[in-house]
T-cell receptor
Framework: KAGVTQTPRYLIKTRGQQVTLSCSPISGHRSVSWYQQTPGQGLQFLFEYFSETQRNKGNFPGRFSGRQFSNSRSEMNVSTLELGDSALYLC????????????FGSGTRLTVV | QKEVEQNSGPLSVPEGAIASLNCTYSDRVSQSFFWYRQYSGKSPELIMSIYSNGDKEDGRFTAQLNKASQYVSLLIRDSQPSDSATYLCAVDDSNYQLIWGAGTKLIIKP
């Protein structure tokens, strides 16, 4: 059974650019969450989607957005990149909610220069 | 604000000994509690989940939950060098979000 797949694994972008990250959940998993991980702030929740609906959103500026498609695949977009957006972006999936825990992808390492 | 607290460590334990990791949380209504292991440069991996008071054992790992004290712990028996990693405590906030502790770095000394 394939795990959670995130693409790309690494990205280098320039300040002011925008970026789109992709996540394919485990087959059958309909809940997809996104987290940002930095050495200083740890793991911070971005948003969660289920059946193409955003059910919760973390305390991030509007530059961070996401969506989920009918096949449960998800994308997140960051516009007008800032140096502080450099982080590991993790996608996690679960069957319907987090009650049984989430399975994480390998992450996308974003560096903003 | 919902919080999860962990000692950042590092916690150094001799090989073969028991490693004890602790976590406290602030939200009394939380029902689901998790321990994740994260190796350097890798993503978190779920190793234990616990939902009711008491102990839950899985191989060398035992999770303990005390809801009255808002306390979760993870014991690792017969610690191996491969157990060296950062251990993250996470609590489900019942709103489709995990609240994370900062993680405890565990070092197993051969």
């Amino acid at each position: 059974k394939a795990g959670v797949t995130q693409t790309p694994r690494y990205l280098i972008k320039t300040r002011g650019q925008q970026v789109t990250l992709s996540c394919s959940p485990i087959s059958g998993h309909r809940s997809v969450s996104w987290y940002q991980q930095t050495p200083g702030q740890g793991l911070q929740f971005l948003f969660e989607y289920f059946s193409e609906t955003q059910r919760n959103k973390g305390n991030f500026p509007g530059r961070f957005s996401g969506r989920q498609f009918s096949n449960s695949r998800s994308e997140m977009n960051v516009s007008t990149l800032e140096l502080g957006d450099s982080a590991l972006y993790l996608c996690a999936s679960s069957l319907k909610d987090g009650a049984a825990g989430y399975t994480f992808g390998s992450g996308t390492r974003l560096t903003v220069v | 604000q919902k919080e999860v607290e962990q000692n950042s460590g590092p916690l150094s334990v001799p090989e073969g000994a028991i490693a004890s990791l602790n976590c406290t949380y602030s939200d009394r209504v939380s029902q689901s509690f998790f321990w994740y292991r994260q190796y350097s440069g890798k993503s978190p991996e779920l190793i234990m989940s616990i939902y009711s008071n008491g102990d839950k054992e899985d191989g060398r790992f035992t999770a303990q939950l005390n809801k009255a004290s808002q306390y979760v712990s993870l014991l690792i028996r017969d610690s191996q060098p491969s157990d060296s990693a950062t251990y993250l405590c996470a609590v489900d906030d019942s709103n489709y979000q995990l609240i994370w502790g900062a993680g405890t770095k565990l070092i197993i000394k051969p």
